[in-house]
């Protein structure tokens, strides 16, 4: 075994020269006994847990071994260290990254240097998120903690061919990744491509976490559709490691990245698979055509409210018949915008004062905007009902960018009448039907057609169904058992 320095006095000056004594208070340098061998123990105040430091060596006081700590007998020095999980550094790089990532070090005399993991990060308990809720289901989420995210996995699929394979990734940062997928599930080409594009990465940090890897992992630029899908709850996250999905865990975020994906994964959710099989596909239709009437309704009303002749008798109700001074685009426009400037100061709210903004927001905005004449009454419906379906969309990501469409299309309608409707909306198909995240068809199994995966995604199925692994995983093993 390689020693990392002469002695124990030649690690404590490295340690302090690369943390200056007099400004990081948290590198800690502590000179004790590991039974009655004289040490050096290095760690970060803060990461670590104190409690297993002091127990462990209160141990070793006590139960005295008498091994001399020769080169030749390292290995069985530490046969009877008291502690599982303890490794020798092999190279001072990775000395170093450990301490920073909460894990402590000690130096024997003769400057050999020895990893304990007793990292205890600060963080909460695992709790359901906020985002993702259901009305009967686990309870628990995923947290800040790495370690805890791994074990939350693994308290739900208890096979040996779970594979959690780690990576550090960025300069400074030196960020904790965690590939989570299960071997003969996952594809092959899927787990090089996401390696090859983490060895890739030039950055000093990953402090906006998940989102600033997603960026870095599929070259995103201004697309504006989510290409992964974000979950914070453990169970979703085992679903789809089962069906050959990837799940990328990085540290110190609560959402775990999966891939591949497509667009109809994100709007499905585990209230779906926590009903019984007509109510599951009975919600799951209703999310669908939610979803369809959040980017469609907002625009194609406005075209029928503008051009009448469109309009069979039987719907001559539809659009205000006094709009008032302002334009009905102008009213449609700044209703919507308007919408998504309360949902932003609703999250940046604090919590006492958020039922004041509230009646605020449906008195003043709502009523008085009206009985003045700012908005046409019907302007304020539809708006409100754009922004409800809007909201029941599962996934925070898509729900944006479906307001971002929504949008354009009021935009183009209002521009070029009918045919600026009916264009944006082939342009916006044409463009998800070109998207192909990690090869795969963003509009899989719509575009290119998979009649029985399509049934799969519209209806849900009971459970004992035998349903082979999604097309899209590409998985060597498309049969589940």
């Known amino acids: 075994m390689e020693k990392h320095f002469q002695s ?9 020269g690369l943390f200056d004594k ?42 005295q071994v008498d091994e001399p700590v020769a080169e030749d ?18 190279d001072l790089d990775e000395l170093l990254t450990s301490i920073l990532s909460g894990q402590a070090a000690f130096v024997t005399p003769e400057g050999f240097a020895f990893i304990i993991d007793v990292r205890s990060y600060p963080g909460r308990q695992p709790e359901e998120p906020d985002t993702e809720k259901v ?34 990734t960025s300069v400074f940062g030196k960020t904790d990744i965690v590939l989570s997928f299960i071997e003969g599930a996952a594809s092959p080409k899927h787990l090089s491509f996401i390696r ?42 085992a679903a789809h490691l089962l069906e050959g999905h990837i799940a990328i865990i990085v540290d110190t975020s609560p959402s775990v990245i999966l891939v591949p994906t497509t667009l109809f994964h994100h709007l499905q959710h585990a209230e779906e698979y926590r009903q019984a099989p ?10 669908l055509v939610g979803f369809l009437a959040s980017l469609f309704l907002l625009p194609f009303w406005y075209l029928l409210a503008t051009q009448p002749k469109y309009l069979p008798d039987i719907l001559s109700f539809i659009g205000p018949k006094d709009v ?29 004062m958020a039922t004041a903004m509230g009646l605020v927001a449906a008195i003043v905005i709502g009523q008085v905007a009206i009985d003045v004449g700012l908005f046409a009454g019907e302007v304020i419906l539809y708006v409100a009902v754009s922004a ?14 479906t307001k971002v469409f929504r949008i354009s299309i009021l935009i183009a309608t209002a521009l070029f009448g009918a045919p600026g409707f009916f264009i944006s909306v082939v342009l916006l198909f044409y463009y998800l039907c070109a998207l192909k995240p990690m090869n795969v068809p963003y509009l899989w199994p719509l575009v290119p057609f998979f009649p029985k995966a399509l049934m799969h995604v519209v209806i849900r199925f009971p459970m004992t169904t035998d349903a082979p692994r999604p097309y899209v995983t590409d998985s060597p093993e498309r049969k589940r058992i």
């Open 73 to 90: 007998s390292i290995e069985k020095f530490l046969s009877y260290f008291p502690y599982h999980a303890v490794s020798p550094a092999r």
């Open 8 to 16: 124990a006095r030649e690690a404590e000056e490295w340690f302090f």
């Open 196 to 237: 090859d594009r983490l060895d890739s990465i030039q950055t000093d940090g990953l402090t906006m976490t998940d989102k600033q890897l997603e960026e870095y992992l599929f070259k995103q630029g201004f697309h504006p559709m989510p290409f992964v899908r974000y979950t914070e709850r453990p169970d979703i996250c």
């Open 278 to 287: 007509l109510i599951g596909t009975t919600v799951r239709f209703i999310r």
């Open 388 to 401: 409800v379906l809007t909201f029941a969309i599962p996934s925070f990501e898509l729900g944006i960018t």
């Open 324 to 352: 008032g001074e302002i334009p009905l685009f102008v009213q449609l426009f700044t209703a919507d915008v308007g919408i998504e400037v309360l949902r932003m100061a609703a999250i940046h709210t604090p919590t006492p």
């Open 135 to 168: 009305v009967r289901g686990a309870r628990d989420g995923f947290t800040e903690n790495i370690l805890q995210n791994t074990a939350l996995i693994r308290r739900r699929i208890r096979t040996e061919k779970l594979r959690m394979e780690i990576h550090k």
């Open 22 to 63: 007099e400004q990081t208070f948290d590198a800690t340098a502590r000179k004790l006994h590991l039974w009655d061998m004289p040490a050096l123990l290095l760690y970060m105040n803060g990461l670590v847990d104190g409690n297993v430091l002091t127990n462990l060596f209160t141990e070793m006081q006590w139960n």
